[in-house]
């Protein structure tokens, strides 16, 4: 298959977008296609669509299933493994900040937690107690914060980030000595 010139576009930026979040550009470039065809595609389609390596392809598919981005389908009359990634963009979202929660925040307040129950850390400065219970608190909100907003339907979530943009706007007016 040959992308056009706008989805060859997007499946590149994708990519390098990808590297600069953390992940591998194959693997972004990858996901890209499964969503920007929405359509499950066997490993050969994207190896000739992509011009990357099979064992390239084989790594990355591997890969987005263990981000639960892509899952492998079977279609009748074809022995082929294919792939497919959700077309719904929120439900993509919430996907990500859900594995990067548990692969990222997790352990680091699993490690915080540690550190502040061991004895040992008596024997370090105030400041820096401080700072690792500021951190954990910090994470904690902030995880809480966005499980309460991943639970909400997406027309609740739209309005919520709407309303937040415009209190945003009214505190900066506020905020603003000139006015």
């Not at 990858?30 to 490993?43: C, N, T, V």
């Not at 004895?119 to 994470?139: G, H, I, Q």
Request: proline share 4%; hydrophobic share 40%; aromatic share 6%.
């Amino acid at each position: 298959m040959n992308l056009s010139p706008t989805l060859s576009r997007f499946v590149l930026h994708w990519g390098e977008m990808g590297t600069r979040w953390g992940v591998n550009r194959t693997v972004s470039q990858i996901h890209a296609l499964l969503y920007i065809h929405g359509r499950p595609m066997h490993a050969e389609e994207i190896v000739d669509t992509l011009g990357v390596a099979r064992s390239n392809v084989s790594n990355s598919l591997r890969e987005l299933q263990s981000w639960k981005l892509a899952r492998l389908v079977h279609l009748p009359g074809d022995r082929r493994d294919h792939f497919e990634t959700s077309t719904d963009i929120w439900e993509m979202f919430r996907t990500i900040v859900r594995e990067r929660e548990q692969r990222e925040l997790a352990p680091t307040m699993t490690v915080l937690r540690e550190l502040l129950a061991d004895p040992a850390l008596s024997k370090e400065p105030a400041e820096v107690r401080l700072r690792l219970k500021a951190t954990l608190e910090f994470l904690e909100i902030l995880t809480a914060w966005s499980d309460e907003m991943l639970r909400l339907d997406v027309a609740t979530l739209t309005k919520v980030l709407k309303l937040g943009a415009r209190i945003k706007k009214l505190l900066g007016r506020e905020a603003d000595p000139k006015t």
